[in-house]
Structures are given as C-alpha cells and as structure tokens.
C-alpha cells in the first residue's frame, strides 16, 4: 500500500516557487527601503533602480498570485500525517508559523500594492500597469508604507523561525519533516 508521506507535487513546486520569490522580495524591498530612492539612484543609477522597483512589485505580485493558488492545494488536497508524529510544542508551534506566513503572504503585497497606488506610483506587473484600485492618498501611503516595512521585519523574523525548525529536523531530529516538502524524494 502506498502510504501517503508528501503534500501533493504541486503544492511542493508552489512552496518553493514562494520561498524563492519571498526572499527576493524581501532582499530587494529591504535594499529600496534602507537606501531610498535618492541613494539607490546615486548609487547605481536611474535605470537599474526602475528596474529595482519594477522588479520588487512584480515579485509581490507574482507571490499573491501564487499564494492564490497554493491555499487551494491546501485546503483541496490531504495532508500527509506526521510519522513519527510531532511532540507538543512542535506542533504548536510549527502550525502557528505556518499560519502566520499564509496570512502575511497575503496581507503584504496587498499592503505594498495599496500603498504604491494611494502614493500615486505605479502597481507594475513585468510590463504592465494594475489599476490602483483607491485613489491618491499621500498620507494614506505614508501609514500604508510604514505597515509594509513592519510586516517585512515580521516576515523575516517567521521565516528564521521557519528555517530553524526545517533544519532542526533535517539535521539534529533526522526525521522526515524535511521529505514532506522535497521535491526530490
Ligand atoms: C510578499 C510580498 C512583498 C514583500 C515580502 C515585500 C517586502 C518589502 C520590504 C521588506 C520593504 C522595505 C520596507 C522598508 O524598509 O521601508 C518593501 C518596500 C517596498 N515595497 Fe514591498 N514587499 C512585497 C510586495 C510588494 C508589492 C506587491 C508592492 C507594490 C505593488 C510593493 C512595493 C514596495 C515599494 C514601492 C517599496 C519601497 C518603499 C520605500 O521606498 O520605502 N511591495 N517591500
Ligand atoms: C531553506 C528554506 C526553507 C526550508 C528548508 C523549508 C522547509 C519546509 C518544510 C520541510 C515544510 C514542511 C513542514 C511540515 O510538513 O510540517 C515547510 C512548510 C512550509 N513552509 Fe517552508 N521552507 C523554507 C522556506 C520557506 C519560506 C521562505 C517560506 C515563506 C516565505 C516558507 C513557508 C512555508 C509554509 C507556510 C509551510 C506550511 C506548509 C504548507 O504550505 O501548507 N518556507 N517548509
């Protein structure tokens, strides 16, 4: 019998796709916000700090739309059960940083995408432009901006954990947390 030990290939390729572009968007959100626009463009010039923001949107885009189709391959399919089954703590708290991340996957490029517009910039998608979907609201944008940047620290504060805990179990448990989301074995 063919014992079910993986989420679903899908749902594996969908987790890596968003852990790669996450931590792009982080790296580059990060960048853009610790220099600013002035300093990014004095440092490396107009058309490369474009790119930088077209770059970043896009990034945040991509990661909604991707988070769009993984809660479907959540909820749609079964998850594979623990074995050997997690203690505890383990599950409290591995299940909370998972929500965690879902919901903030969501909630940021929204919240990157309402502030860009209320800030009368661009919502860029590659070469294309989103409509803003609210109105110019500079002091909307400002708040807006400041909630991204704070939700960008908790994300990188959750995916440290998340991280922690993967190799954790990989390295020190040698369990088979590890092989539920591999897309190799
Ligand atoms: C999961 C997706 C996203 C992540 C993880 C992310 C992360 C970040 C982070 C960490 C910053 C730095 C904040 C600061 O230090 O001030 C940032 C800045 C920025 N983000 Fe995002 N972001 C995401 C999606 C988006 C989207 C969808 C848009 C717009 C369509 C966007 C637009 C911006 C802009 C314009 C800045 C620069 C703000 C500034 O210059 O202060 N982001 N982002
Ligand atoms: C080197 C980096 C990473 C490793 C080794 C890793 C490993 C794993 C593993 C082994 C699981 C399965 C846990 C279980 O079945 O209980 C998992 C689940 C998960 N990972 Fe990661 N991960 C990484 C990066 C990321 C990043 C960057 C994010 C988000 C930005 C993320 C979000 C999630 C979420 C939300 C789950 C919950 C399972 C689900 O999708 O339903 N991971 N990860």
């Known amino acids: 019998m063919h014992e079910l030990d993986h989420y679903i290939y899908p749902h594996r390729v969908l987790h890596w796709l968003v852990a790669g572009a996450a931590l792009l968007s982080l790296a580059s959100g990060l960048t853009l916000g610790f220099l600013g626009f002035e300093r990014t463009v004095s440092l490396i010039g107009n058309a490369l700090t474009n ?17 769009t189709l993984r809660i479907i391959t959540r909820l749609a399919f079964v998850v594979p059960d623990h074995d050997p089954p997690l203690n505890g703590f383990e599950r409290i708290v591995s299940t909370s940083v998972h929500h965690l991340l879902y919901v903030a996957l969501v909630v940021m490029p929204l919240l990157g995408w309402a502030a860009t517009a209320s800030g009368g910039f661009p919502v860029e998608f590659f070469h294309w432009h989103l409509p803003g979907l609210i109105g110019e609201r500079p002091a909307l944008s400002e708040k807006l901006f400041t909630w991204h940047e704070w939700l ?12 922690l805990g993967a190799l954790f179990h990989w390295r020190i448990k040698r369990d088979n947390v ?8």
Do not use: P
């Not at 790119?51 to 988070?67: C, E, F, R």
């Open 51 to 67: 790119l930088l923001y077209t770059s970043h949107k896009t990034l945040g885009v991509t990661i909604l739309l991707l988070m």
């Open 152 to 163: 960008g620290w908790a994300i990188v504060v959750l995916v440290s954990l998340h991280v």
């Open 178 to 185: 590890m092989k539920r989301m591999s897309l190799f074995d």
